[in-house]
């Protein structure tokens, strides 16, 4: 009991010599939110230090690079009496309040929006090669409209505005987009708009009647087909387009190449063979359906890349009648949850299109550069654009496993591991199609692969499964 009292009396003893006159402590949280800022810090830190004390609707910042204002000054030189006049005064500004679509936002309306992370939208800006390429397309907009879907952090569209268009229209889905339109207001861009939900939802918001020069959308997903802004480029092709419009990038092709890569099935697969001393057999089942979304390394790759399937959207089939009915009546559905306060005015309503749904076939031939054993199936992406009329405005943007890739390459695993000699032949088929039943965020893909080669005869298939979020 002694010892408390001593602790006790030396805490208060200490207390009693810090000065706090310009903060109010209504309760204990705000007092120990307080007290470290008014403790020494060594020199080369103090001009970097803010500390926030909440005293009812007002803030106090503390710092020691800040001059007070309306505060008296304490004598320096004494150690804990230097905080509070550098202390200065924040109201409470409706910028620092929740805005009405924050407050009508809900865990279930945020939970799947991962593109409202700044990360997620850092590899746009430091993706030079897709720049590059967009950078084409703004040579040619000058006096031109412009529609960006899924333009996220909004630096495309941007760029497309600076670039002297007419008029440049993004449209998100992703909260991302409300700071979109902040950026652009801050750099006095007065020829773009920014839009938040899918074309679907923003239809009604749309200038009247406008057609678009340009439709700048990626429109495919790692397999191609299985991306939810596919729909919106198939609308916007068939009715925001001019005359002479064109989609960009208006064909992609999907690559496949062999790997081999013994440690990472190790670790994802043969691992769950005992775990701990336990026998969880059954996991490596569901580990065999789930496709792997990662790079991969230049020197795991044992094959020539082949080209396994190309769609072009000039020719790919549109929205039938009654799924472009479908679309345009979310337009008023949208306007209508916008009306309604108590609701988030985004919430995905995503059915494949029937092109996706039907999805393709492809059949491939991987050509063996050296002996190994193939372990996994890696598919990848790039894309183009073609202009008939401005060959100038022409880009391709290829990507090779191993190197740079603007998209995420897929790998699924094979039932039965294929060893190859060099030289031998892989022949593979490869069907992937989304099922409207599973909301449109789950792709089946088939696969089969088989060698005749020197080593062993060997086929081996798998269904798998790639969710999107």
Known sequence: MATHSHTRARTLKLLSKIALPCVVVPNITDLLVALPSFFPLPHHTRTRTRRFVSTGRSLYILSRSMPAKNMPAEAPGKRGETRSANASKV???????ATDAEKNATSKSLYGDSAARVSGNIGTIHDRKRLRAYEVIFRNVQGKTLLHLGCGIGLYTMLAARSMAKMVIGVDSSAIVEAARVVAERNGLKNVMFIRGHLSDALLQLPVGMKFDYVLCEWMGPLLLNERVLMDALYARDHLLTASGALCPNRASL???AVSDYAFRLDTEDFWSNVYGFQMEPMKELVRQEVEMCAIPGGNIVSAPCLAYTVNMDDLEGLTV????????QANQAAA???????????DRWVPAAVAQRGYEATFTLDITRKATVHYLTFYLDAAFTSKTNPGANFVLAVRPGGHSSWTEVSVGLREPLPVHAGEKIQGTVR??????KGGRITVVEVTAKTAGEVAAIETSGTYYYQSY
């Open 91 to 97: 109201v409470l500004t409706e910028s620092l309040l």
């Open 255 to 257: 690559h496949v190449a």
């Open 322 to 329: 009654e799924e472009t009915a479908t679309y345009e009546a």
């Open 337 to 347: 949850s916008r009306d309604n306060e108590e609701e988030n005015p985004v919430e």
């Open 432 to 437: 992937v199609y989304t099922p409207a039943d």
